[in-house]
């Protein structure tokens, strides 16, 4: 399974956009990358998910390297409510299983 | 998006009793549904993947006899902690999957016991 590398813990101020990187030098060709955040006590919350093109949606943006080994994720106007656990998972191909890394724990202060 | 739920929503039960989990998917069908355990200011930890109408498939060190699985329909996936002690205490989630791709968390279940 590939692994994701995520930053421990990231800032961002209220209503600026929060980058949040992730790697995954190791994916495969057929492998998507998926992003979930999990708000405290709630179950996680899907976000968006990509393959190779660069996706976006009415919570976020995903934009994939070329060479797919790193990824972020774009909140463009970060909100206090926006303050959670954000996760990057590459779903395994042959399965529908997602693998929990540690994730990010986005702080979005006033 | 699709809305999966759990029920209950938290439980406190002695040890040595068994408890049921449900999970549900409320406006789609699940031929497949995942089980989570998270213990405090960890990640989540995949136990199963429950296909409906077939045995659950267990992950690497989660006891298949603890932790009993039952899929019986396209909506509806049980989990059922039996002897539940003190270490069982967990916060518990389940997702199902709406094709093509994407899978659908529950709110999850907190259980203690005492």
């Known amino acids: 399974d590939a692994k994701t590398t995520q930053p421990p813990s990231m800032d961002c101020a209220e209503g600026r956009a929060a980058n949040l990187p992730c790697n995954h030098s190791?994916?495969?060709?057929?492998?998507?990358v998926y992003w979930y955040r999990q708000i405290h006590s709630q179950g996680p919350q899907y976000i968006i998910h990509?393959?190779?093109n660069n996706e976006t949606n009415e919570m976020a943006s995903l934009i994939i390297t070329e060479d797919r080994k790193s990824s972020t994720l774009i909140l463009p106007h970060a909100t206090l409510r926006d303050t959670a656990v954000y996760y990057c998972?590459?779903?395994?191909?042959?399965?529908?299983?997602?693998?929990f890394g540690t994730g990010t724990r986005l702080q979005v202060f006033p | 998006g699709a809305v999966v739920s759990q029920h209950p929503s938290w439980v406190i039960c002695k040890s040595g009793t068994s408890v049921k989990i449900e999970c549900r998917s409320l406006?789609?069908?699940?031929?497949?549904m995942f089980w989570y355990r998270q213990f405090p200011k960890q990640s989540l930890m995949l136990m199963a993947t429950s296909n409906e109408g077939s045995k659950a498939t267990y992950e690497q060190g989660v006891e298949k006899d603890k932790f009993l699985i039952n899929h019986a329909s396209l909506t509806l996936s049980t989990l059922t902690v039996t002897s539940a002690h003190p270490e069982d205490s967990s916060f518990y989630i389940c997702s199902a999957t709406q094709r093509p791709e994407t899978q659908y968390f529950g709110p999850g279940t907190r259980l203690l016991v005492l």
């Open positions: 998972i590459v779903r395994v191909a042959s399965t529908d299983k997602l693998i």
């Open positions: 190791t994916i495969s060709g057929n492998e998507y």
């Open positions: 406006d789609f069908q699940a031929t497949t």
């Open positions: 990509g393959l190779k």
